[in-house]
């Protein structure tokens, strides 16, 4: 019995009357060649069976045109998006994308990392600027050029695509207080592995201390960023002998499970207790009441790190990146404060 030869790219070239050259053109960077040239590669393809062999590949041009991206969670819509516009910029640019996440444990990161830089990519796209001295080094051994999106508080990095945590929690937390709320509570993340919630937090304080007001820390509380930590922070705050007037949540996620545990509580949003989220998800403007949040550069964040890591890969002068703007969106889950107060 005789094993089938597998087909190569000479073969594609072959069947499709094209060059070798054309060919490999055709299938790595497919918006560089004509679109005749390309239904005839991409018909030989097919009618092969044709599998490029990514390790050879990789050997012989030392590169694999693959770009790693390592997110905290993939279960936050926010994040999906992001991701999706990392992916169809990069896909634009003859790349592809390999996604991974740590569910906000970062010590898993560095393994995550090993383990993908083993498997070989060219360049890496990271979330936040926290963290550890080895994936710094890993990237610096292995001379992979990286990119960190979302925050950019407390970095210097010229390659960070992302907003101010610390500036956008300022002005949720502005608007809060002008709506007369002075006992305030946070739902926040866990902030010793998180710079994005250290920045949320500082910048909320800092908005209250502007306006003669201090967090009180027994109505802080670091829950999970999803919708159950929201929940949570309702539970424990509302059983209080003051409770507070609103909740400010360091999510949509967290914001929404507020919501809902309020809901089976019977206790009225905004009325007796207002809500405020961050992101901006699609679900914070039609859930009941509407999500007052912070719109966040989503989409802008993927196509803007895509084309930046690109641009380093390409040897390309890049200048640093500039912050990106955010916005308050007000709707009606944050009211004025109950007499109570």
């Not at 250290?198 to 670091?222: I, Y």
Request: charged residues 20%.
């Amino acid at each position: 019995m005789t094993l089938e030869r597998r087909s190569t790219l000479e073969d594609v070239a072959r069947l499709a009357g094209v060059s070798l050259g054309s060919a490999s053109r055709a299938l790595s960077v497919p918006d560089q060649v004509k679109p005749a040239t390309l239904a005839k590669v991409r018909h030989a393809v097919s009618q092969l069976g044709y599998v490029r062999n990514g390790a050879a590949q990789a050997l012989a041009s030392r590169r694999t045109r693959m770009v790693a991206t390592i997110y905290p969670t993939l279960s936050n819509p926010i994040f999906s998006v992001a991701i999706h516009e990392l992916q169809q910029t990069l896909w634009k640019f003859g790349y592809q994308l390999l996604v991974a996440s740590h569910e906000y444990e970062p010590e898993r990161e560095i393994d995550l990392l090993r383990t993908i830089v083993e498997r070989g990519v060219d360049a890496l796209v990271l979330v936040g600027t926290d963290h550890s001295n080895e994936v710094f080094e890993l990237a610096r051994q292995y001379a992979l050029p990286y990119v960190m999106t979302w925050s950019i508080d407390g970095s210097h990095y010229p390659h960070c695509v992302g907003f101010s945590y610390y500036d956008a929690a300022f002005d949720l937390a502005s608007l809060v207080v002008q709506k007369g709320h002075r006992r305030i509570a946070l739902c926040n993340g866990f902030e010793r592995t998180n710079e994005r919630a250290r920045a949320r937090a500082a910048g909320t304080r800092a908005a209250l201390k502007a306006a003669g007001l201090s967090l009180d820390p027994s109505l802080v509380t670091e829950q999970p960023f999803n919708f159950e930590g929201g929940r949570e922070a309702v539970r424990r705050f509302l059983g209080l002998a003051a409770p507070p007037t609103v909740l400010i949540c360091g999510t949509d996620l967290q914001a929404i499970g507020a919501i809902d545990e309020c809901r089976r509580r019977g206790i009225r949003v905004p009325e007796d207790l207002s809500i405020t989220g961050f992101d901006d998800i699609e679900h914070a403007a039609i859930v009941v009441p509407p999500l007052t949040t912070v719109k966040v550069p989503t989409e802008e964040i993927g196509v803007l790190a895509a084309r930046r890591v690109v641009a380093l890969l390409e040897g390309q002068a890049v200048p640093p990146a500039r912050p990106l703007e955010t916005k308050v969106i007000v709707r009606e889950s944050l009211g004025v404060p109950p007499t109570r107060q």
